[in-house]
């Protein structure tokens, strides 16, 4: 058996986030029509010159999120066990900076662990 990416989609803000705004990328109900719940391997790269807090399923407590990303610095987590989401909220929490479009980015996925068949001689 190996791990494979069963299901995998890029995104990114698409318009200006001002200062202390949320922006939301929900992926749930896309994935629910082809079965790749939960989504378990995440990468994001801020490209904005302001810090951004991120959180997955939502905004559970607005003081302590699940990723402070600062400004050009990027997070990559591979597979990790007991981490899921079908949802990623980011807060720009700059008091006076905009998050320009594109500046976020970020790309996930569902990895399964699938039977592999190898040819041998």
């Known amino acids: ?13 698409e318009s200006e986030i001002t200062a202390g705004s949320y922006e939301y990328f ?8 082809s079965d790749y719940l939960p989504h378990n391997k995440l990468r994001m790269f801020n490209k904005s010159a302001v810090e951004i ?7 559970v407590d607005s003081n302590n999120p699940d990723y402070i990303i600062g400004a050009g610095i990027g997070v990559d987590e591979s597979v ?6 079908n949802l ?8 006076s900076t905009s998050i320009n479009a594109n500046e976020f980015i970020g790309r996930f996925a569902s990895v399964r662990n699938v039977w592999r068949w190898e040819k041998t001689n």
């Open 26 to 33: 929900d992926f749930q109900e896309e994935a629910e029509k």
């Open 53 to 59: 807090w991120v959180w997955l399923n939502g905004v």
């Open 88 to 95: 990623i909220a980011i807060q720009n929490k700059d008091s």
């Open 80 to 85: 990790l066990e007991g981490v899921q989401f």
């Open 1 to 13: 058996m190996a791990n494979k990416e069963v299901y995998v989609k890029k995104f990114s803000n």
